[in-house]
């Protein structure tokens, strides 16, 4: 969390979330195929926590408070590099296999 004004008082959280989820992998694939299409593509916004809902839809993932701040997220470099970072850690826990609800699209 960080305060975005101190005269405003409001509340901003970063949440990470997934805008491109991994495709489908069937054991004829080859591996080369089965590493590109299980790659997943995630993203960073800042919320309101006035506006933030708690869902059954989380994950712990450990941030480095370092790489997510106000000023990095800004800067196009750190960003990219705070990204991959993140995703190198949300493509391993999809390997481990412990929470697979979380890799598949929401069905509305």
């Known amino acids: 969390k960080y305060k975005t004004a101190k005269s405003s008082g409001i509340n ?25 299409r299980s790659k997943i593509k995630p993203f960073v916004k800042v919320y309101n926590c006035n506006h933030l809902q708690p869902t059954r839809y989380q994950l712990d993932l450990s941030v480095d408070k370092e790489l997510f ?4 997220i800004k800067d196009p470099a750190q960003k990219r590099k705070a990204l991959s970072q993140e995703k190198e850690k949300l493509e391993e826990k999809y390997k481990t296999a412990k929470s697979r609800w979380f890799f598949q699209k929401l069905r509305i």
């Open 69 to 72: 701040n106000k000023n990095s």
């Open 12 to 36: 901003a959280e970063y949440g990470i979330g997934i805008s491109r989820y991994r495709k489908k992998v069937t054991k004829s694939m080859g591996k080369k195929k089965q590493n590109k």
